[in-house]
């Protein structure tokens, strides 16, 4: 099977070109890039005035297979990447049961091989039941398909145990992703702890609480030699902490979300539970510097954390319904409006945050080689327009879930189709 994608700006930062030029897709793999690439009985997509990227990698998404269907499938998480453009999904191990087995890797690879139409990589978890007392089966979950260990919404508290963790990681060379939050501090909050809180009467949730166990994670990584990401970095202090680390030269990385580069803590309409999120939205002196990390080199990609979560759930009191929002859709779009068409960042730049650097977070190598257009790696395709403009309506969402602050927003840019293994598994309509 081959695919000849022509006449695009084709831009990989991988690799450093940002040209015109054809892709050639064969096999699954890329095969050419070049100019004028001639392909006898290649399928043709003219990319004329579209710009060409490696497919786009998000390594922080809930998929909620097993147990939470109701919420999101693999088949439906799979579906929203596609339509945000993204080819490659790493899901989180916050599921029923938790994805602390061997057995639990194998069902959601086998599951996403058989109904995904983008490639759906397993995060393990790191304690059983993610618990945070004992570990998990760390070894035999990576054997089985797991690209990374966390426990993500429920992070570990005991730091003798995170260090085992870190040991294990380190041995098996796959990174330890931390939701870092310190319960204690955090407890009961449902919100950023700001003026705005007090104002609404909605107990805060400290920026403190992430910064004290980023401190405390740094310094266990650098004891380990573990390769240790941060995960949806909020606060202007945990940036900070991540770039002095980065400064001695230890293996840690930090990821952005979307939305904590959009929003902050003013632009919360009151009680409204599609900006009750985990992190939550910061002050404006946080993003700031979020983005200013970004723009550094301190942060390292950007994800989604797509979270979502069913109607009932999210349509009770503020304070008893659950953290998280949806992001695979808008992603694409959040990101051009604050950091592209801002100035803040080239086009270029972002696609990096969405190819080469969470594939270099991950440590993909070998066959499994991804994030960049070059001969031998995964055949996987982006195809944006960095300008048009469209208005995002969950209601025509491929999500089962609506839990989002952007509904009814415009935005200008986005993506156009997504190309996985060397097939086109979705367009935008009208293109």
Known sequence: MKLLIRNGRVICPASGLDAVADV???DGRVSAVAPDLSAPGADIFDAAGLVVAPGFIDIHVHLREPGFTHAETIATGARAAAAGGFTTVCCMPNTNPVNDSATVTTYIVEKARREAIVNVCPIGAITKGSAGEELASIGSMIAAGAVAISDDGRPVMNARVIRRAMESARALDVPVIQHCEDLNLSAGGDMHECVESVRLGIRGIPAASEDVMVARDILLAELTGVRYHVAHISTRHAVGM????????????????PHHIALHTEHMKPYDSNYKMKPPLRCEHDVDAVISGIASGAVDCLATDHAPHAGDDKMQEFERCPFGITGLETALGVSLEVLVHSGRISLSKLIALYTCEP????????????????????????????EYPWTYDVKQTASKSTNTPFNGRTFHGGPIATVVGGQVVWKAPGF
């Open 24 to 26: 050639l897709l064969e």
């Open 242 to 257: 991540v770039a002095f680390a980065k400064q001695r030269g230890l293996p840690v990385t930090c990821e952005a979300t």
């Open 359 to 386: 594939a270099r977070v991950i440590g993909w190598k070998g066959e499994q080689a991804r994030g960049a257009l070059k001969p031998g790696y995964t055949g996987d395709v982006t195809i944006l327009h960095p």
